[in-house]
């Protein structure tokens, strides 16, 4: 029997304190030989050793690659609930480096006097299995409530779950005896024995017990690897089992692995000669009579849990995914899909995620998509958006993420190649060395893909145009699966579309922008509190709208709260490094209203997109925005804003500059058509109706809408988002680049030979 798991390595290292800086080198020895892992024993009683979790941290900060474990930790002295903290910890810290040992105890005297409680075999076995229960409601972090768990020897009441691992941690578990095996079989990722103290046979007497109890449980056998500890000697001749030369060794564990499915040995001792004999000349060779020896050889395939395959969505052929998105496609009941299955705004529940690395592998998962045209088809680049398409219930997501390039490709001409997984963040980051900047929004965790082809409204607008302003080239890949480069001179059409209405024509991977040279910038952040707030909305309208184009501020207002005024925060960038021209503009703002708080500094446009988590909030409910784009701020709009914001139906309000170099662009020259507004607006509330109405009140004074701010996908909002121009320009081109709507689900051009109904 063989479970199809990669075959690995690890070494078992005494964590002796004699020479504390022994077991750290034998460690890093271990990583530079080419280990999988490496593991200490936990014997906490025992004063001449290093406390194997102090060590394990210190070692995940020494090495880099190598995983890490106890082998294994007792758990009478190791309270499950600390141990799950413990060893999420170290997850996170060592980026997904850290394994979980699990086992009941033993030399119980020793365990007695440092306090621990003595457990008969039979309690061994039920304290261990309510300790896994105990690690795994605490891990589980998207379970509702507080963790419970009744059991005799440990208990939850209601403990807060967290954190998550990085990772999804195995638990492996070093047992002999047949109840214990059969928990493993229940609840374990893993079963380690130690050869010495097995019996010839006890590894298939073992795999039939633990393969038994898996089926009984529900589970497939293959999700719990088979690991050994193993001791032996090299020697220039065999003298016994594991006594003798390299290749005595391969020919004693070959069966292990063909015939016991054992997936990981653990080479014992301490000795760097035996370890790096073992690495040099086992691994590899048993590496090969492996691969001689079995089909699938010593890769190993990826085991998809039981309880996962059970989570799968109908409809979809999880069997096809393409070879090449294989490893890295996500699905309900994966321990990634927690991250991938939502954005940053908007739940989702797809039924899989491809993730896609290259331009061929977007391909790939494209024509996959098409195999399932009755799916809603996602396609996520940062995950940002605001009507939140870029996920699904039940569908197809492409994630383009892992095409996060940045390149410069003529340092003379300023022209970079971006990849539409790339963060604006990150894009800043790589500018900013060169002098040189990119407009894009006001959040560095915004992904390109979505901000890019839909227009990028920032905080350098006035100044340097949109975002889309700044593209010459992009690559595509099309609804019929051919990759073409859009530009001026290739498939001008589709340059046009991408530049205002990109996810309606094809999934773009790369961006070729030429960036703008920015010095450092001033940078406002101040807090006023308006006695009047239409009064405030006109007079911060005005100054923005007739200040120098070296002037872009961001409004937000929030309603008046619990009987407190209303608050207007600005942040406004002025692009100088001159303080006394920055202090000039900004004062023009601070002028306007009482200032409560202020914050000015000369910055790198970096600096301030530094404003994101590295790793982004995954949202659960359904986000609702309007948007509205706007000439000026009159005395009557202004009037109609306070009154909108006053209702309470507004939660979140926004006045962004745009003007300036935005309108330099002719309104036909991309399909983000509105280039004559000064401002774009934006309102977010909770109650559909109630935001509905109160936005109702303003829509007179728009003339169009920045679809990416808006969660309507009706044909109304589509209208307001393209003038009628623009709206037939972009059919036609739809009816060429994608005539059966492959792009229809966000904000959806249907071409002309489709019914509407086939948008939705
Ligand atoms: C906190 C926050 C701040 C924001 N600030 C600004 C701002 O200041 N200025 C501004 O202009 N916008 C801003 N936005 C809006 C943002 O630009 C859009 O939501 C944008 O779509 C997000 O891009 P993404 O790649 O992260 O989103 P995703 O959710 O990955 O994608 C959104 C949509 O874009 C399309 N799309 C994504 N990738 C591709 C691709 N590679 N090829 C073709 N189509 C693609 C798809 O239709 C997808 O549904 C902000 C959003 C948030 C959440």
């Known amino acids: ?98 394994e979980l040992g699990l086992g009941a105890g033993g030399f119980w005297d020793a365990i007695e006097a440092m306090g621990g409680r003595r457990l008969a075999p039979g309690e061994a076995v039920q304290a261990l299995s309510e300790a896994i229960d105990v690690i795994r409601a605490l891990w589980d972090v998207d379970a509702r409530g507080g963790a419970r768990v009744g059991g005799e020897f440990y ?144 890769a190993g395939e990826r085991i998809r849990p039981a309880a996962a395959l059970a989570a799968r969505r109908d409809g979809i052929d999880y069997d096809g995914v393409p070879a090449a998105l294989r490893d890295t496609a996500v699905e309900p009941g994966d321990p990634g899909y927690r991250t991938a299955r939502g954005g940053y705004l908007r739940g989702g529940a797809p039924g899989l995620v491809l993730r896609p690395s290259t331009t061929d592998g977007v391909v790939e998962a494209l024509a996959y998509a098409r195999r ?24 197809l997501v492409i994630d383009v993420g892992g095409l996060n390039g940045i390149e410069v490709l003529d340092e003379s001409a ?88 990109g996810g309606n024509v094809g999934i773009v991977t790369s961006f070729d922008f030429v960036a703008d040279e920015v010095g450092d910038v001033g940078w406002g952040f101040l807090t006023q509190v308006p006695e009047d707030v239409a009064d405030y909305l006109v007079r911060w309208g005005s100054v923005v709208e007739n200040a120098p184009r070296d002037l872009t501020s961001f409004l937000v207002m929030g309603p008046p709260r619990n009987g407190q005024p209303a608050v207007a925060q600005s942040r406004t960038v002025v692009e100088s490094d001159d303080p006394e021209v920055v202090v000039a503009r900004l004062q023009e703002i601070a002028s306007i209203a009482p200032l409560y708080d202020q914050e000015v500094t000369i910055t790198s446009y970096a600096g301030i997109m530094q404003n994101a988590a590295a790793t982004s909030h995954v949202a659960t409910g359904e986000p609702l925005a309007h948007s509205g784009l706007v000439e000026h701020l009159t005395p009557e709009f202004a009037a109609a804003a306070a009154a909108a914001l006053t209702s309470g139906a507004i939660y979140f309000f926004q006045l962004r500059a745009v003007g300036g170099a935005v309108s330099d662009v002719p309104a036909d020259a991309t399909a983000y058509a509105h280039r004559s507004a000064n401002f774009s607006v934006t309102a977010m509330g909770a109650d559909v109706r109630r935001l509905g109405e109160a936005w109702a009140t303003l829509q007179p004074f728009f003339s169009g809408l920045y679809l990416s701010f808006e969660t309507d996908q009706s044909p109304e909002a589509l209208a307001a988002a393209f003038p009628p121009a623009t709206l037939e320009r972009l059919r036609e081109i739809k009816d060429r680049y994608d005539p059966t709507n492959v792009f229809r689900h966000n904000f959806n051009v249907a071409p002309s030979a489709t019914p509407a109904a086939v948008a939705g």
Do not use: C
Request: hydrophobic content about 40%; cysteine-free.
């Open 155 to 298: 208990r939850l009441d209601g403990a807060k779950r967290g954190p998550a691992p990085k990772h999804p941690i195995p638990l492996w578990i070093g047992a002999l005896k047949p109840r214990m095996l059969r928990l493993i079989g229940e609840k374990g990722d893993g079963w380690l024995p130690s050869l010495p103290y097995l019996e010839p046979g006890d590894l298939k007497r073992g795999n039939a017990i633990i393969d038994e109890a898996a089926r009984e449980a529900g589970r497939d056998p293959r999700e719990i690897r088979r690991l050994v500890n193993l001791a032996g000697r090299f020697a220039s001749s065999r003298t016994g089992f594991l006594q003798g030369t390299s290749q005595d060794w391969v020919d004693d564990l070959l069966p292990m692995v063909v015939e016991d499915g054992v997936g990981t040995f653990i080479v014992m001792g301490d000795d760097p000669r035996t370890m790096q004999q073992f690495a040099e000349e086992v691994m590899p060779a048993l590496r090969e009579a492996v691969d001689d020896a079995l089909p699938a050889g010593s």
């Open 414 to 501: 300023r022209l970079v190649r971006v990849g539409a997984g790339a963060r604006w963040a990150d894009v800043a980051a790589a500018l900013a060395p060169h002098g040189w900047a990119l407009s894009s929004g006001d959040y560095g965790g915004v992904g390109v893909g979505g901000l890019a082809t839909a227009g990028g409204i920032g905080y350098l607008s006035r100044s340097h145009g949109l975002t889309i302003d700044h593209l010459r080239a992009a690559e595509v890949v099309l609804a019929d699966g051919s990759v073409v480069r859009a530009s001026e001179t290739e498939h001008p059409d589709l340059f046009w579309a991408v530049r205002g209405a």
């Open 1 to 98: 029997m063989n479970y199809g798991h990669r075959l690995e390595f690890g070494t078992f290292i005494t964590p002796s304190n004699q020479s504390p800086q022994a077991p750290v080198q034998l460690a890093q020895l271990s990583e530079q030989l080419g280990y999988d892992v490496v593991t200490f024993q936990d014997h906490p009683y025992q004063p001449a050793f290093l406390d194997t979790w102090t060590l394990l941290t210190w070692v995940a900060a020494q090495t880099s690659r190598v995983r890490l474990s106890a082998n294994v930790h007792s758990i009478p002295l190791r309270t499950p609930a600390v141990l799950a903290r413990a060893a999420a910890s170290l997850d996170l810290l060592s980026d997904g480096r850290a």
């Open 372 to 395: 399932h045209p009755d799916l809603p088809l996602g396609v996520r680049s940062g995950g940002h958006g605001i009507s939140g398409r870029s996920t699904n219930d039940g569908g």
